[in-house]
C-alpha cells in the first residue's frame, strides 16, 4: 500500500502499518516538521520516502530524507546551500499505560531516581513512542535533520576564509595585506617623526 498524499504522510494510522508494510512518500514543508530557524534554514519542501513494517504494535521505520539546508560556513561566513540526503531508521514502540509518568504520585526523590535510572539505560536512540492510533513521524524526522547539521559547516574544504588583517573573502581574491605591508613602514616614519622632535605625532 502506498500513500502519497500529505495530509497524514507524517501521522500515519496504525492500522494501516501491517507485517506486509507501509510506503509514505511525499514532501514535507520545515513547518510541518516545526523546524525552527535555529534548528536548521531549510530551503524548499523536504521529500521524504520511509517504509513501515508494524509487528505486534511495534513499528520499524526505513528510509531517506531529501532536501536542502542553509548553513553559513565557519570561516568566511557566507551562506550556503548544504544538500541533504540520509538514511532515516527508527522504531516505534507504544507509550507504556503505567502511571509512573505522573510525577504527582509519586515522592520527588524516587522519581529523580527514576530520571537518572532511565537516563543510564542503554535504550537505542531511534526509539520513540507513540499514542492512540496513530504515529507522529514529524519529531523523529525533525531530530534526523538537526543531528545532520556538521559541528563545523564548510561552504568547500578548500575554504580559505577571510583575511585576518582587512577581513576580505579571500575565496574571492587575494587582498592587498599580503603584498604592502604598509603598518610596519608607517611605525618607521612615525619613530623618525619623533626623533627629529615633529609635534604631529601625537
Ligand atoms: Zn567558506
Ligand atoms: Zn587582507
Redesign the pocket.
Known sequence: MQVRATMGLLTPLLADITVDGLSLVGEVTAEELELTEDDAVVSGPLEVSLDLTGVDGLVAVTGVLEGTVIRE??????Q?EDPLAFSVRAAFVPEPKSASHHPKRVDPRKARAEVVEADEEEEPDDQYQYQGNHLELAPMLREHIILAAPMQP???DE???LCARCGK?L?EGPCQCAAEPSIPTFRVVQSMKRKTGGSSAS
Open positions: 560556513c565557519v570561516r568566511c561566513l557566507k550556503y564548510l561552504c568547500s575554504c580559505l576564509g573573502n575565496n
